[in-house]
């Protein structure tokens, strides 16, 4: 479980085929093989870990047919930065929301423009996630927990403010690029009690 909140920005190094090497600051003594990494905001186990020759360390994962498939990942290329989270522990302080790190689909950025300090964006989700997108709700985009400011069909607005700008991707971001989008855990699980309500098990 991850909460949205990035710890860090990595950079892929090397890809070959379905596995991804990527650079991170984090050091190597911090992390275990086996364990979860939030990626672009796709939760991704660590199949290898080694001390980079500089600072930090560098990771490598493997996708499955079905995170290629769902998530931006397919597209990723060397060079390519990427937000980094690692899994909470229980007793850590949950800052965003609870973000799973399973990817629902792809939102694309349609607009992005100043908003006094901070940059507005508005996306537009696949049509059958956006009932689980509202105003005053949230989202993760690339990992990133969000406040949702309005709704409009399938479109909606964010609000990034300049420290998130800063300390995420978001900075790279323009209209047309692809991001992954996780909605919230408790919107899907409402829908589905609202689906399911009246029925005998």
Known sequence: ???GIVSGIGTLVERRGTRFSIACPYKRGSLEEGASVACDGCCLTLAEVRK???KGAVFA???????LARTT?????EGRRINLERAMALGDELGGHLVTGHVDGLARIIERKPDGESVRFVL???AALARFIAEKGTVALD??????NDVTGAR???NVIPYTLAHTTWEDRVPGDLLNLEVDLLARYVARLAETEGRVP
């Open 73 to 77: 990942l397919g597209t990723w290329r």
């Open 1 to 3: 479980m991850f909460t």
């Open 156 to 158: 909606f607005g964010v």
């Open 124 to 126: 537009e989700s696949p």
């Open 52 to 54: 980079a020759h500089g």
């Open 61 to 67: 994962v493997e996708a499955s047919n079905e995170t």
């Open 143 to 148: 990992g990133v927990s969000l406040t949702v």
